[in-house]
């Protein structure tokens, strides 16, 4: 039989673990603080949908070239045009590849907003 003492002390104990538990659990992605060398999240997203238009525009495929002639295979540069420096750029595409859930979510915005300039007619 547990005496009453003995109760108490597996409660006490019991209760010390489960904070434990909670303090140790990670902070969701929301929380987490983006660095100022990474661009805003609607930054990429209008580098990123420039980068398509002028992809399709020239009709390249940019999975084919290399890093070193990023800028110069499009007719128009977007990172040039959204005021973007490329070491920036590299940058922040390394930390969002490190969290492909909240990329999906860019790339997802990224074809919306393609898919609304499409059905506007602005693009074809």
Not at 14 to 36: N, Y
Not at 50 to 57: K, M, P, T
Not at 65 to 80: H, M, Q, R, T, W
């Amino acid at each position: 039989m547990l005496t009453l003492h003995s109760m108490y002390l597996n409660l006490i104990k019991l209760f010390f673990v489960v904070v434990l538990f909670f303090s140790c659990a990670p902070t969701s992605g929301d929380e987490e603080l983006i660095p100022e060398n990474i661009l805003t999240e609607g930054k990429l997203i209008n580098v990123l949908t420039d980068a398509y238009l002028s992809e399709g525009a020239s009709g390249i495929n940019v999975k084919n070239v290399p890093g070193e002639k990023f800028d110069s295979a499009y007719i128009f540069n977007p990172l040039k045009e959204n005021n973007v420096d490329k070491d920036k750029f590299d940058s922040t595409m390394a930390y969002y590849t490190r969290r492909p859930k909240k990329l999906k979510i860019i790339y997802d915005k990224v074809l919306a907003k393609l898919s609304e300039a499409q059905a506007k007619g602005t693009i074809e």
